[in-house]
């Protein structure tokens, strides 16, 4: 079943848990309860004990609010650009994921497609009309669009590796992305809204996952694995690739809306929080109440 780290978590938690098999968990950090004023929403998935739904953390007060509470798993959410919709993946049922969205409050819940593969990662343009998408096609992965409204698909890259990930630039221009190079690890790479142009941005014969803009369209943020694949890191750098600067261990990053800060999901042995941390690094702060299994955070405002 695909969601935002699966894949991640597969290659780094075998090795965390044997780092920590001896270890205690030490819980003290202190949980932010609200975060302040339009940055206030960060909506994320978690384990229940029986399968993988999404909730939201809101400012005014905060706490923990479910957002889906059905039979199968949902994944990889993502708010749209006026913070009234979240996007997301989820099992009709099926052994497939079908691109679902409902209201960022809960309920409203709308099927966009319809298919017998996998469709995961959705985002939304920044003017709301589409979202982008992965869809697993037989050999391999696709980007596409789908039209929010009439449905009409769109598909944006034709090769015989997998493209992950996508995320729109804030111009709505651009597309960047997680591909497979010739060497088989996964760098950062953009192209244009309508499909090609496509352009590399990073070269680490590595992995690199996760990757989205800054609000400013000046930055990328996006998840990077060392070369023993057993530890993860968020990293930006420029939107034109170069500059990279390391911001903290973890994975899954998402700016603020103001692009001051960065939401992620952090690793302690077999357990996953969501924190914030400053774009620059420091300041780290847990967001969920505790930690559990909770990860792929979306920040956006909701009205």
């Known amino acids: 079943m695909p969601r935002r780290t699966l894949y991640l978590a597969a290659l780094i938690v075998e090795a965390v848990l044997v ?11 202190k949980a932010e309860a609200a975060l302040p004023g339009k940055n206030g929403h960060i909506a994320y998935i978690s384990n229940d004990g029986q399968d993988h739904e999404i909730y939201a953390i809101i400012g005014g007060g905060g706490g923990k609010i479910q957002l889906t509470d059905n039979a199968t798993d949902d994944y990889t959410p ?26 960022s ?10 298919n017998d593969r996998d469709d995961s990662y959705p985002a939304y343009s920044p003017d709301g009309k589409k979202i982008v998408y992965m869809h697993d096609s037989t050999n391999d992965s696709e980007l596409y669009t789908i039209d929010v409204r009439t449905g009409h698909r769109v598909q944006l890259t034709r090769n015989d590796r997998d493209d992950l990930y996508p995320s729109y630039s804030p111009d709505g221009k651009k597309i960047v992305y997680s591909g497979s190079s010739g060497s088989f690890d996964t760098e950062i790479y953009t192209i244009n809204a309508g499909g090609g142009d496509k352009t590399q941005l990073t070269n680490n014969n590595t992995d690199e996952f996760d990757p989205g803009y800054s609000p400013d369209g000046k930055k990328i943020a996006y998840t990077g694995l060392n070369r023993r694949y057993d530890n993860s890191a968020i990293y930006t750098i420029s939107a034109g690739g170069g500059g990279s600067s390391k911001v903290a261990q973890g994975s899954d990053p998402s700016y603020s809306p103001d692009g001051k800060k960065i939401a992620y999901t952090w690793y302690k042995g077999p357990l996953t929080g969501i924190y914030k941390i400053d774009v620059g ?5 847990r967001v969920t109440p505790r930690l559990e299994f909770a990860e792929s955070p979306s920040w956006g405002s909701r009205p």
């Open 19 to 29: 780092g920590c098999a001896a270890a205690v968990l030490a819980v003290s950090e």
């Open 78 to 103: 993502s708010y749209s650009p006026d913070g009234k919709k979240i996007v997301y993946s989820g099992s009709p049922g099926s052994s497939d994921t079908e691109i679902y969205t409902i209201n």
């Open 105 to 114: 409050g809960g309920g409203g819940k709308t099927r966009l497609t319809r």
């Open 281 to 285: 690094g420091g300041g780290k702060v």
